[in-house]
């Protein structure tokens, strides 16, 4: 073993945190919850994987459920294709694997939403195989440890990957791997690293040069914002609520109806005009209700909540319900309306 990783090794085995994830060896748990880690913090993480593994212990669960139930236990951690890829992806595991996610890297890449990081994390954690792995926080720590300028893109993985070759050890990776990146969570951090607490400090060489707050480079982000005029319409204690099409943002999720108030429009000329176009009919009324923020990977997006009635009938077909408040949590939602219903209801 090195001496990098026999570092690494010690201060890992008394520093890990002791999360759900980390007391199974069983992949198809590691693999749910590695796909729930590229999405957010790993607190937020938590409660979203201890639902998971309740409502769909085994792999069987999630490639006999309905869509639907995949994505509602999937509402609030975005990026719905993960969630979508999940289940094509253990529907194979059942078809062609006897229910076993195999351990085998090309038979890995056969399955949808494997890429390299996760086929590396898979085959690392949950059969110790000897595969490096880059995500944010490792290419951050190797990063500084080599003095690599510029930004934390993927400019540098060919130099990261052959560094963590050469000082990861011929066994144990599942170790190695996991300690690599909670280096980079615990003490490596983006801002203000600990490098006096840095099991690896003697041989890094942004420390070694005082360097370690400038490298990487950091990318500002500019967050794009959209207003949003939504329509609450209610009949007989029921809100009408319909599914977005497939294959593009938000696909097959529930929401309120509505859309975009563009340049020049109030939110309330937008919503008559949104109504029109998007179910055909005139709206009877509209009160502003409530404003909601909500903040998305991409973009923020303010919503201006009408309560409505519809002055023509608007019947029901498969993408498009009238729903009692107690029957809410049944439709998976985006963010915003999620948040919308817990304003209203909750
Ligand atoms: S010494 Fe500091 S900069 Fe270098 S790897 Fe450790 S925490 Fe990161």
Redesign the pocket.
Known sequence: MSEFSSKLNRWYLKNARDLPWRQTKDPYKIWISEIMLQQTTVAAVIPFYERWVKVFPVVQHVAKAPLQKILKAWQGLGYYSRARNIQKAAKLIVKNFKGKIPSDQEALKTLPGFGPYTIGAVSSIAFDKRVPIIDANVR???M??LALEGFADTSYDTEILKFLDKVMPQKGNNVFNQAMME??AL???SRS???M?????VG????KQGR?EV?PQSKKKEIKEINVAIALIEKDKKYFIQRRPKGGLFADLWEFPGGKIEKGETPKQALFREIKEELGIELGSAEPLMNVTQFYTEFKANLHVFRCESAQVLSENSTRKWVPRQKFSDYPMPSGSVKIVKKLFL
């Open positions: 951050r720590v190797v500084r440890y280096l980079g003490v490596c951090l690293p600990a490098c607490f840095c099991p690896v400090n890094c060489e942004a420390y370690q490298i």
